[in-house]
């Protein structure tokens, strides 16, 4: 059974910074492409960042670039996103996602296994 657990999410201060953490059980992790996403109240689940399986070659919305990063650890088949100078429009519940096709997508309908979200709040 696939499992993508997020961790890491919490209400900050504008300008401050959240790593958020994506553990991954249940399928061979460095086989997969895996990426981030973020769904604010009311909108559309949106593309943050992507990575590729061999963690070479990264990608990012223009609206998180120069402030996220996105890094993995095959061994502890993890996916990690930093999260710098935060605005209050980054508040979102942010998923993370496992693309088999490791094509650093920014479509949804690319990655197969998702994780239930976890809250990041940033106040004014």
């Known amino acids: 059974q696939v499992q993508l657990v997020e961790s890491g999410g919490g209400l900050v201060q504008a300008g401050g910074s959240l790593r958020l953490s994506c553990a991954a059980s249940?399928?061979?992790?460095?086989?997969?492409?895996m990426g981030w996403f973020r769904q604010a109240p009311g909108k559309e689940r949106d593309f943050v960042a992507a990575?590729?399986?061999?963690?070479?070659?990264?990608r990012y919305a223009d609206s998180v670039k120069g402030r996220f990063t996105i890094s993995r650890d095959n061994a502890k088949s993890t996916v990690y996103l930093q999260m710098n100078n935060l605005k209050p429009e980054d508040t979102a519940v942010y998923f993370c996602?496992?693309?088999?096709?490791?094509?650093?997508?920014?479509?949804?309908?690319?990655?197969?296994?998702w994780g239930q979200g976890t809250q990041v709040t940033v106040s004014s």
């Open positions: 990575i590729r399986r061999s963690g070479g070659s990264t």
């Open positions: 249940g399928l061979s992790f460095r086989a997969y492409g």
């Open positions: 996602a496992a693309d088999p096709f490791d094509g650093l997508w920014d479509a949804q309908q690319y990655y197969g296994y």
